[in-house]
């Protein structure tokens, strides 16, 4: 089976300084891995996935970088706002399904 | 476009009572799927359904839990009879495709159990 764990349950950020979320997996076998925003009271939201062919790879404001050989990904958020501010959960499956997600990390923006 | 649709938001509801929640996917999307979600931890998956057929049920406690996708759209998760642990938020999401992992998910159902 698969565990995913994130490194930091709480992240605290001054606003427009860089974020950086953690998690780790234990299947080598898992080979997608994607990255999803919980705001309170709503449903996970897609941030941005990667394949295990890539090591990295960016989109609008957010960087995934992932270690195969440590079994680690993490979410790097530029310049972060208020409206950053969430649960960020990383979830890791072999194809697309049966998705594990980890237990996220609660992310707050200080004005 | 449309969101995924859940109801009800919310149900309070007590131990060995049932429950059912329902879900209306993003039009278009075959791929549904229910999880459940505990205070404090990430969603885990309970059944995804492609159209009306079922692609895993591998974590769904079969005892006391139900799901259906009678026409490929719309879809009911059911719990008879519930118990104290079953309390957690049931999110619904849809996907356009199996081979995907960007999830629209909808505003979940939060289910106490007394």
């Known amino acids: 089976g698969e565990s995913v764990g994130l490194h930091l349950p709480t992240l605290s950020v001054q606003e427009g300084d860089n974020s950086i979320i953690n998690c780790a997996y234990s299947n080598s076998a898992s080979d997608y891995f994607i990255w999803y925003k919980q705001e309170s009271g709503k449903g996970p939201q897609f941030i941005i996935d990667?394949?295990?062919?890539?090591d990295k790879r960016q989109g609008q404001r957010v960087t995934v970088l992932l270690n195969k050989t440590v079994k680690h990904l993490s979410l790097q958020i530029a310049a972060t706002q208020p409206g950053d501010s969430a649960v960020y959960f990383c979830a890791v499956g072999t194809g697309a399904n049966n998705l594990f997600f980890g237990t996220g990390t609660r992310l707050t923006v200080i004005p | 476009e449309a969101g995924v649709a859940q109801s009800p938001r919310y149900k309070i509801i007590e131990k060995r009572q049932s429950v059912a929640f329902w879900c209306n996917p993003i039009s278009g999307h075959a791929t549904l799927y229910w999880y459940q979600q505990i205070l404090g931890q990430g969603p885990k998956l309970l059944i995804q359904f492609q159209n009306n057929g079922v692609v895993d049920d591998s974590q769904l406690p079969k005892d006391r839990f139900s799901a259906e996708r009678l026409k490929g759209v719309d879809s009911t998760l059911k719990i008879q009879p519930a118990k104290l642990e079953d309390s957690a938020v049931y999110l619904c999401?849809?996907?356009?495709?199996?081979?995907?992992?960007?999830?629209?998910f909808g505003e979940g159902s939060r289910l106490t159990v007394l």
């Open positions: 990667i394949r295990s062919n890539m």
């Open positions: 999401a849809s996907s356009s495709t199996v081979n995907t992992g960007e999830l629209f």
